[in-house]
């Protein structure tokens, strides 16, 4: 039995009548609200608008000097951690519309692929350790393996190194905010409609609408997005999504936000290339060459938050917030895994298709309170934030789906209609449902000893619990201290010099998704690990940072050692699971966000890691290697000028060093450089195009691998043209 896969192809002259009947409403709506004389108009111009909105340049800065959690105490300029954000403004120049599209084009990041134990979505590596559970969305973590959307989505922050203090279990590499728009005190409509190569079609939808009167503000968020991927043969990607929010109160102490989000994707899941067993490096074969079956292979996910915040401030200098949040995602698939057999298969030009299927649901219920302000004891003035968290996570697998893998796949000329597949109903058997429930106190208090000199300090404590609920499933609890100390000393006003350090805890049960094939270091229940004590990290970091050109422009600079000491290996004598390894990652990270002047504007970074497994577990032939997935050295840049009032050009590249794809350090994906570039032109104050060509030169990117079993193919050369209307 064959699940069908609809696949349907867009006229592009129909999107090209649709582009410029958009372009003339909104036109055309621009004259008229110009015109208006109605009390909504008249209100409106009397709302305090952002500088950003009435500075006339084409773009804002790339540059953000707080960040969005009352978790963190003191400015960026001199909170002691490396912090990289990426903001809608850089976003909307690289042509940014997900989370991957962002951690591809970040040093110190690199990516790793899913199948069907460990499953597909956003997995990424910070400073050498896996962080696919340490992303969050507005400090909430989001444990569903997913791929995240940009549409609703103002900025991502990512912090580095061991962070347990500041967002709980695990963040032994580092941590992934993703921050929601919200709504605001104006009226506005903005969106986007975007047509490239490959089918692309995406439009955006914003809306804001605020009435003084009330205190109310709402706004509305929405996206759909349809393309086949530049360079891939028969790999589609669909998905639609909608965000409203609603906030009572914004010029009040007291103020109530309400919101909402829903994702949908229907996408061809593609698995790349395989791995020679003969070369140990991807396959050479068109990068073109998809080695699915369109006629079977499919994956459909869906997303659903919903928020409800309350905030309330006593005084200026004491608030008081509570954030409470449901959530559902859903994974549904069945994919081709391309593999070689063996070297006599490979030989005879033929690949396997491994029958990977899975459906999973996880489902939250996170509760959190933060009380932050400011006082002074004599002359010390504190800038605190305390809180407590309660979550109850739950991860539910189900025997969905059975079949067999198909004929093999001509590995030069594949027919992604191959036969001899069969795809049949699965039992519906609960296999695993992993519920985790966690208690979380925290503080956080920034000391400013001096007008030099400040003392930060975190700490935060865990009730951790973690059962899989079928008959004989596996239990572990830890309680887990964590905690941050950082000595902050500003020579001048517009600069800082840090020493700091921070811990973190990597309890068993922390990362259920993982599958089998990540080995005795994934964060599972699998084998004995649900009697083990939780690994330990623990961070040193020596840094800079300064805002320069009139605090336009911040450079950081930073040193770190990042060190686990108790490592999750196999044992040489009783093949279990024993805290035995040890894992050290030595760095250096550069950094310069803003704009040098004020038609200049760059983001650039460069990260060096050793990340070294120190030793290893079983025979311990693995002593010394590097750790997989992981970088030696990556660059990224991405600068834009406006030439005048109306033209702004932009252009970036992309360094990833070699990495290796195994523990042995015997597979290897090439190092590589990508190019992009953007033209821009102001048509007037309501719209602006926007020509983005991605991967100038065409390079064959390998983003990622599974224990070197194939590697994931990055999109080929691409351009797209944006019309942003906001009125």
Not at 5 to 28: D, I, K, P
Not at 292 to 299: K, M, N
Not at 425 to 435: A, L
Not at 582 to 605: K, Y
Request: proline residues 4%; charged residues 25%.
């Amino acid at each position: 039995m064959a699940h069908k896969v609809e696949t349907t192809r867009r006229s592009e002259s129909g999107h090209l009548y649709t582009a410029l009947g958009l372009a003339v409403a909104s036109w055309s709506s621009v004259s008229l609200a110009e015109t208006s004389s109605s009390p909504v108009a008249a209100s409106a111009k009397t709302l305090e608008l952002d500088a950003t909105n009435i500075s006339g340049k084409h773009h804002e800065t790339f540059k953000v000097d707080e960040m969005s959690s009352p978790k963190f105490t003191a400015p960026l300029r001199e909170t002691p951690k490396s912090i990289t954000i990426i903001n809608e403004a850089l976003m909307k120049e690289r042509g940014v519309t997900s989370l991957t599209d962002v951690l591809r084009t970040t040093p110190g990041i690199t990516l790793g692929a899913g199948e069907g134990g460990t499953p597909l979505g956003d997995r990424p590596f910070i400073r050498g350790f896996e962080s696919s559970t340490d992303i969050q969305i507005d400090g909430v973590r989001d444990l569903g393996r997913m791929s995240h959307e940009a549409f609703n989505v103002e900025r991502v922050e990512i912090v580095k190194g061991p962070g347990s203090a500041y967002s709980g279990r695990g963040s032994t590499g580092g941590t992934i905010n993703l921050v929601s728009k919200s709504a605001k005190m104006e009226d506005a409509i903005g969106g986007s409609v975007t047509m490239g190569t490959d089918q692309l079609w995406r439009n955006t939808i914003d809306i804001n609408q605020y009435l003084p009167d009330q205190d109310i503000a709402f706004r509305l968020n929405a996206m759909k997005h349809e393309a086949d991927t530049p360079g891939r043969d028969d790999v589609e990607v669909k998905r639609w999504g909608i965000a409203p929010t609603i906030t009572w109160g914004l010029q009040g102490p007291t103020r109530v936000t309400a919101s909402y989000y829903h994702l949908e994707t229907d996408d061809i899941p593609d698995q790349g290339h395989p791995i020679s067993l003969i070369t140990n490096k991807p396959a050479n074969v068109d990068r073109d060459n998809f080695y699915g079956l369109v006629d079977r292979d499919f994956r459909k996910t869906s997303a659903d938050l919903a928020t409800l915040i309350l905030e309330h401030d006593f005084t200026d200098e004491l608030t008081l917030r509570n954030t409470l949040r449901g959530g559902r995602s859903m994974q549904n698939y069945v994919m081709s895994r391309p593999v070689f057999a063996n070297e006599a298969q490979e030989e005879s030009g033929q690949v396997g298709r491994g029958f990977r299927p899975r459906n999973v649901v996880n489902t939250t219920l996170v509760n959190q309170t933060d009380l932050f302000g400011s006082f002074h004891t004599g002359t010390i003035k504190h800038t605190y934030a305390a809180g407590m968290e309660l979550s109850r996570e739950t991860i539910t697998d189900k025997n969905k789906y059975v079949g067999n893998n198909g004929r093999p796949a001509d590995l030069y000329n594949p027919n992604p209609h191959d036969g001899g597949w069969t795809l049949l109903p699965g039992n519906g058997e609960v296999t695993s449902k992993n519920q985790t429930e966690v208690k979380s106190l925290y503080v956080f208090d920034t000391l400013g000893l001096h007008e030099q000199w400040d003392l930060n300090l975190g700490l935060r404590y865990d009730d951790y619990d973690v059962k899989n609920r079928v008959a004989g499933g596996a239990e572990s609890s830890s309680e887990l201290w964590n905690y941050q100390v950082g000595v902050v000393f500003k020579p001048m006003p517009n600069g800082s010099i840090y020493l700091s350090y921070g811990t973190s805890s990597n309890p068993s049960g922390e990362n259920t998704q993982s599958g089998g094939a990540d080995g005795a270091g994934a964060g599972n229940l699998n084998g004995n690990k649900a009697n083990l004590d939780p690994e330990k990290s623990r961070s040193v970091e020596l840094g800079t940072k300064w805002d320069v050109f009139n605090e336009q422009l911040s450079l950081t600079a930073a040193v770190f050692r990042t060190e686990k000491t108790n490592a999750r290996v196999t044992d040489p004598l009783t093949g279990l699971v024993a805290l035995d390894g040890d894992q050290r990652v030595t760095g250096i990270e550069l950094e310069a966000t803003g704009r040098i002047t004020d038609a200049w504007a760059i983001w650039a970074g460069y990260t060096y890691l050793d990340a070294e497994v120190v030793k290893s577990g079983g025979d311990r032939s693995n002593d010394g290697n590097q750790s997989k997935f992981i970088a030696p050295n990556s660059f990224s840049v991405w600068t834009s000028y406006d030439i005048d009032d109306r033209w702004t050009v932009g252009a970036g590249a992309n360094y990833m060093d070699e990495r290796y794809m195994n523990d042995a350090n015997t597979i290897t994906v090439d190092d590589y450089w990508r190019y992009d570039a953007m033209l821009g032109y102001k048509v007037n104050k309501n719209l602006d195009l926007q020509l983005n060509v991605l991967n100038l030169t065409d390079e064959t990117i390998y983003d990622a691998s599974h224990v070197g079993l194939f590697a994931t193919v990055a999109p080929g050369r691409s351009a797209e043209l944006t019309a942003n209307f906001k009125f």
